[in-house]
T-cell receptor, first 113, second 110 residues
């Protein structure tokens, strides 16, 4: 596609529910990244994929967070048993390869009630 | 790990004046330094980047300078326009993970 696509754009859910966020990177980009942006804050790294492998999961805040990537393309970020502190904008980025310019999607605004 | 400090947190300039935003980083292994512009409710957009083998890079009204010895880099915007108003983020990377500064809210006053 022309750019990084994320869905849903907004998600409101109750505390304790599971949520799944989707990222469709720029076609041909092998590297994919998830970041989190809390209100008025900078971007916090969550996880990096090279192809379907995630060599660095160190940024995931807890074991309630997981992510996968299939076919070297679409990635999903799953948050189980959501908590109010999970409320944030979750941003996905992709790059042609490691250490190349990262291009972001519009993000998913997650609100936990 | 890497730590990026960004100053100032807010900046107001008159239209036509220049704006300068400064960042410092801690990890001497970092070699890639992008700058992103984020308008309210929008995605971060890459506006310029620089690698550690270059000291300065320009693109029309924006420029970035890098001092590897001092571990700091700066964004310069000349002839500012109201549409330059946004939050600007600097970042540093050694391989893949971008570490971001906390952002500078730039307001250009017409």
């Amino acid at each position: 596609g022309a750019g990084v696509s994320q869905s849903p754009s907004n998600k409101v859910t109750e505390k304790g529910k599971d949520v799944e966020l989707r990222c469709d990177p720029i076609s041909g980009h092998t590297a994919l990244y998830w970041y989190r942006q809390s209100l008025g804050q900078g971007l916090e790294f969550l996880i990096y994929f090279q192809g379907n492998s995630a060599p660095d999961k160190s940024g995931l805040p807890s074991d309630r967070f997981s992510a996968e990537r299939t076919g070297g393309s679409v990635s999903t970020l799953t948050i189980q048993r959501t908590q109010q502190e999970d409320s944030a904008v979750y941003l996905c980025a992709s790059s042609s390869e490691q250490n190349q310019p990262q291009h972001f999607g519009d993000g998913t605004r997650l609100s936990i009630l | 790990g890497e730590n990026v400090e960004q100053h100032p947190s807010t900046l107001s300039v008159q239209e036509g004046d220049s704006a300068v935003i400064k960042c410092t980083y801690s990890d001497s292994a970092s070699n890639y330094f992008p700058w992103y512009k984020q308008e309210l409710g929008k995605r971060p957009q890459l506006i310029i980047d620089i690698r550690s083998n270059v000291g300065e890079k320009k693109d029309q009204r924006i420029a970035v300078t890098l001092n590897k010895t001092a571990k700091h880099f700066s964004l310069h915007i000349t002839e500012t326009q109201p549409e330059d108003s946004a939050v600007y983020f600097c970042a540093a990377s050694g391989s893949y993970q971008l570490t971001f500064g906390k952002g500078t809210k730039l307001s250009v006053i017409p």
